[in-house]
């Protein structure tokens, strides 16, 4: 099993250029299923996540090819079920669900699986579509869907979704009459869907507002996008240069999808400069520790909040940091105190007092962003540190070694024994 070794100490300098967005390419793949036909899409990173949607296309009958451009064919699908095997490992999976709904009128999913950083379930998804018409069964660990008619619905998520969101608008855009999602995700994703769905035909108004209403058309047809930067992995480099206290130019990506983490990076002391699709990021000694407080987008990312926690560790002062979207998610604590953190969890909160250094140590990543989070500790920690259970990383990051020893930092990928 992969290992990363890092020899912490060196700052970062130079320049890193940001990938397409995972969480923006699967629902983008997912889409193909409402079109029959060849769809294209530029800037598809290549992470395990993404090699997974395609193997769970290839199962239903699409034939897709990942060279400069991700092609995808959906002329030919012949089962309308995402098995266990494929789904398991990644909670993106359920957006297929909508798109065959809306399509074919039936689909059978497995619940869907992913990382453990809290429940997440899909019982949003489900009463949205029962408003819709669709006739909703759970058998054996399977989500099966029939709808004889699928009819436009005023839907009011009970809290915000992001998949809930993007599975719906999918589902809506085939459906007779018009829906109306009220307190809609807002994220960039979720407009970067609607941007395409728009491309293929749908008439869809209010993306990356709380209230997205969808009219909708008897068909779609394929079309091609570009993928938007990876957000996260834009705040994650901007983390390891402040960490590091090096200088970093992070190339092409959108600085207004991560202003909440820009701002407080910039609370902390840490220097930031903007061009047209770049950020200049240096470090300029010992960080102010701040308070965040996780939301739904635009406020401060969930997905930010471990690699924010690893940078507080070396704070001056105290963070108090608040995880208000899962419940589960501070399983990097543990690992982080395994380099000399000082952070005290209560409930949802946890309070972290800065210390002068962190001690390089073996860590093991507990899920995605909590992967990225010991990465970002290691960089800074006097000695060396070994983080095992990558896949984990592998699922969201494209070559972050590569990416980091670019720039300076001493980091190796090895093969052999552990977890």
Partial sequence: MDRLLIEGGA?????????????????????????????SFSNVPRLRDIMTMRSLLAHMGAVSEHGSTLEVDTS???????????????????????????????????????????????????????????EIALEHGYVVGEARKLRGAQVRFDQVTVTGTENIMMAACLADGVTVL????????????????????????????????????????????????????????????????GSLRLKGLRQEHIQAVIDKLVDTGVSIESGCDFLDVRGNGRLCSVNIETQPYPGFPTDMQAQF????????????????????????????????????????????????KLSGAPVMATDLRASASLVI??????????????????????????????????????????E
């Fill in 182 to 245: 009220e307190n809609a995700a807002r994220e960039p994703e979720v407009v970067a869907l609607a941007d395409y769905l728009k491309l293929m035909g749908a008439q869809i108004e209010g993306a990356g507002t709380d209230e997205i209403t969808i009219t909708g058309v008897r068909e779609l047809y394929p079309s091609s996008c570009e993928v938007i930067p990876d957000r996260i992995e834009a705040g994650t480099y901007l983390a390891a240069a402040a960490i590091t206290g």
């Fill in 309 to 356: 926690m690893a940078l507080m560790t070396i704070g001056d002062g105290v963070s108090v940091i608040k995880e208000r979207i899962f419940e589960n998610r501070f399983m990097h604590v543990l690992e982080l105190e395994r380099m000399g953190a000082d952070i005290q969890l209560d409930g949802r909160t946890a309070i972290v007092r800065g210390v002068k």
């Fill in 76 to 134: 030919d699908i012949h089962t309308l079920t995402a098995p266990y095997e494929l789904v398991k490992t990644m909670r993106a999976s359920v957006l297929v669900l909508g798109p065959m709904l809306a399509r074919y009128r039936w689909a059978r999913v497995s619940l869907p699986g992913g990382c453990a950083i809290g429940a997440r379930p899909i019982n949003l998804h489900l009463k949205a579509l029962e408003q819709m018409g669709v």
């Fill in 11 to 39: 700052p970062l300098n130079g320049e890193v250029r940001i990938s397409g967005a995972k969480n923006c390419a699967l629902p983008l793949m997912a889409a193909t299923l409402i079109a029959s036909g060849k769809h």
């Fill in 377 to 418: 500790g290691a960089l800074a920690a006097e000695g060396r540190s070994e983080i095992t259970r990558i896949y984990h990383l592998d699922r969201g990051y494209e070559a972050i070694e590569k990416k980091l020893s670019a720039v300076g930092a001493r980091i190796e990928r090895v093969s052999g024994r552990g």
